[in-house]
């Protein structure tokens, strides 16, 4: 078969000018918001062996990973499709002895074997924290109260934090709406397809109601305390009130308390992002356990957002380039840039700021939108 030179496979794309300049500033900012809560930049491998990869990413993502055989070391390698993953092999291993709790930060991009309905895209950018040694709902709300500045550090308004309890069923089942183990993931899916006839035919009437009980946070957390005859979510729901209220006025929060897309390997709490205007979701996160070699597994929370959107929407007018006509002094140009300023320099009589894409022209002293 030819392929055309300009062809990328199904999935891919290049960032042309300006928007992988745009893409850069959004995530400087996002990057800088996490810098200064303190959480420290790593960088992981962009491929991994499979099987380590795989042992970390719980079984449920094994099969997301676009692997290959490495010539050189005749091993399977993955290249990873969710940083977070990685974020815990280093903090478990060579930052094992590093004082808890770790906060560690991260960007990239990652791949996926497969394109999501909504996302055709199979290479995303990615960027998060972690704050490793701590599930606690203080630890919940500083992650949640980080990915929300990071978000409007990008200019994201309009915010919405969809909350939900990955572990709900389970924790029900264990007294409150007792149900045989073998039928636990049965109804872990019928209420991921939302489906009452479903639940009904698995004589698991009693969960019913949890499919009511989504929405926005104070009507929905009634329902589920309405549900939870038994108390058995009691803490759960002290939790989410405490993390809703910390973020009170700043976003919209919402409940599913079923909802598992996408929360393989979150324990008690997790969240989605969404903002105003975007169509996909903009981030995600919750607490979760990352297991250990030389002990008990140790306790997580951390978030990933995922930027595409914010790029491909975002107002390219903001960059600003400036054009220096020929004969301007070197040392104009070189306060001009100490200033702020991105210049494009004129190298013959025949260079055009219109032609090279300049926004100002620099004239008389004064910088002169073209
Ligand atoms: N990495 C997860 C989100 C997450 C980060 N930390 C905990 N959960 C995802 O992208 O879905």
Same mark, same amino acid.
């Given at each position: ?89 280093? =903090? &478990?291993?060579?930052?094992?002895? !590093?004082?808890?709790? +770790? #906060?560690?930060?991260?960007? %990239?991009?990652? @791949?996926?074997? $497969? ?97 009511? =009980? &989504?929405?926005?946070?104070?009507? !929905?957390?009634?329902? +589920? #305390?309405?549900?939870?005859? %038994?108390?058995? @979510?009691?803490? $759960? ?104 300023? !991105? ?28």
């Amino acid at each position: 078969m030819h392929i055309p030179p300009d062809l990328l496979p199904e999935g891919f794309r290049d960032r042309l000018p300006p928007q992988a300049e745009v893409a850069a500033r959004v995530s400087r900012a996002m990057i800088d918001v996490l810098a200064s809560y303190g959480y420290a930049r790593v960088a992981p491998a962009m491929a991994e062996f499979e099987s380590v990869l795989a042992k970390h990413s719980g079984d449920a993502n094994r099969n997301q990973h676009l692997r290959f055989t490495d010539p050189v070391s005749g091993h399977t390698l993955a290249l990873r499709g969710d940083i977070t993953v990685q974020v815990g092999r280093i =903090a &478990t291993t060579r930052m094992k002895d !590093a004082p808890r709790p +770790l #906060r560690l930060a991260y960007h %990239g991009q990652v @791949l996926r074997l $497969r394109a999501k309905q909504l996302r055709p895209e199979r290479e995303l950018t990615q960027l998060g924290a972690e704050l490793v040694g701590n599930d606690s709902v203080a630890a919940a709300c500083e992650i949640v109260g980080v990915a929300i500045d990071a978000l409007e550090a990008a200019g994201v308004k309009d915010i919405t934090i969809d909350f939900t309890l990955p572990d709900l069923v389970e924790r029900l089942a264990e007294k409150a709406l007792p149900l045989a183990a073998d039928k636990i993931d049965a109804v872990r899916s019928e209420l991921d397809m939302k489906d009452a006839g479903g639940l009904s035919a698995l004589g698991a009437d009693a969960y019913l109601p949890l499919l009511a =009980a &989504t929405g926005p946070f104070a009507e !929905a957390v009634e329902k +589920l #305390r309405a549900i939870d005859a %038994g108390g058995a @979510l009691a803490s $759960r729901i002290h939790a989410l009130e405490a993390i809703a209220g910390t973020i009170a006025g700043r976003a919209n929060v919402t409940l599913d308390p079923t909802e598992r897309h996408g929360f393989e390997y979150q324990s008690w709490f997790g969240f989605t992002i969404f903002a105003k205007g975007y169509s996909a979701a903009l981030g995600r996160g919750g607490t979760y356990y990352i297991d250990r070699a030389d002990g008990p597994s140790e306790p997580a929370t951390g978030f990933s957002l995922y930027p595409d959107p914010l790029v491909d929407l975002a107002d390219e007018s903001v960059v600003r380039r400036l054009f220096l006509p020929l004969g301007t002094e070197a040392v104009t140009g070189a306060k001009l840039r100490h200033d702020g300023w !991105a210049t494009v320099a004129a190298l013959d009589e025949n260079d055009s700021a219109a032609v090279l894409g300049c926004t100002h022209i620099w004239m008389n002293g004064q910088a002169i939108p073209v």
